[in-house]
Each structure stands twice: as C-alpha cells, then as structure tokens.
C-alpha cells in the first residue's frame, strides 16, 4: 500500500498553524484519511494553546533517547515529541498533518519520503498584532519573535508557502483544499 504524506506545517510563533490545524481537523472529521496526532509537549495540560500531551522534562529526555519519538526536538525552552505511531499511520495510506517545527525538519526530511512542508507565513504587523493580543510574551520577547521569524525561512522543493492573513473561516477553507488537493 502507498505510503501517506507527512504534512509538517511550520511557521513562527503567532502565525495561526493552530488555528488552520484545528479548523482542517474539524473539516475532516469524517475523512478517515488524515490524522492529526497530539504532540507530547513538556508543559502543563492546562497551560492553554494547543491539545497537547503533558510529558515532564525528564520524561520526555528519557523517551527521546529511547527512540519513543518519530520526531522530536527543543524550541523556546521546551520539549516536544511526535509519538512513533504516526510512522504505522502512514505505513497504512493515511496522511498526517502535523504542528511541527523548522528545528526538526532536517529530521522530517530524512525519515519520510512523502513530506510535504507548508509554512506558513503573515506579514509582521499582522504577527506582531497576534503576538500582543495573546499576552503570553513581554514586549522584549515579542520583538525577538518577529526578528526571528523574519530571519528564518524555510527552503526545498518540498515546502509550500501558505499566506495566512486572510479572514480565519477563508483561511482554513484554503488550507484543507490544500491537504485535499481540491483547490
């Protein structure tokens, strides 16, 4: 049987990869063919974001390197995992769509052949607009998002560049055609 896609989408902190996952996630709740698997993440359960997998540190470190991951990596101080199971998902034809990381595409890139990055991008003042609206970061840690997410792109013929500055319902409803393929 035909391997699944690994869609790993990535993209600077405050640019909506959670919103258009949940959003796709919603739409294709009757679609058997895609998955869109937890992250274990080493911060509280309730720490708001994203439905995550709560993993203490040292957890994680000791799964990390007894392989319990398919993808893992360290970003803004914590830890996150991808649990194997997507790799017998995919085995069986269906397709992941995954909240990743620019850190772990290297990694992504040696282990699945059907990869398909999308990145997803806003223009800085409509991140920057997210970034203070959420009130998670200091004003000193939300001009160091935006100088960061303006310094690193993604390169490959594997990555799709998504504009996510349009109304959120329009947004999503372009991104599932794009994991579809019926744009």
Do not use: C
Not at 62 to 87: E, T
Not at 100 to 115: I, M, T, V
């Amino acid at each position: 049987m035909d391997n699944g896609t690994l869609w790993l989408i990535v993209g600077a902190s405050g640019v909506g990869k959670d919103s258009l996952i949940d959003g796709a996630k919603a739409a294709l709740a009757n679609n058997a063919g895609f998955v869109f698997p937890r992250r274990e993440i080493t911060r509280a359960g309730d720490a708001g974001g994203e439905d995550h997998l709560p993993v203490a540190p040292e957890a994680f470190q000791a799964k990390r390197q007894a392989g319990a991951y398919a993808l893992s990596w360290m970003a803004n101080g914590l830890g996150y995992g991808v649990p194997r199971a997507i790799d017998a998902v995919l085995q069986s034809g269906r397709h992941i769509v995954l909240n990743g990381s620019r850190g772990a595409l290297g990694e992504a890139r040696a282990r699945y052949q059907n990869l398909r990055v999308v990145e997803i991008t806003v223009p800085p003042e409509i991140l920057r607009a997210r970034l203070e609206a959420r009130g998670r970061e200091t004003a000193a840690e939300i001009e160091a998002r935006l100088e960061r997410a303006s310094a690193l792109r993604v390169g490959g013929d594997d990555v799709i560049r998504f504009g996510n500055d349009r109304p959120l319902a329009q947004a999503i409803d372009a991104f599932v055609e794009l994991l579809t393929g019926s744009g």
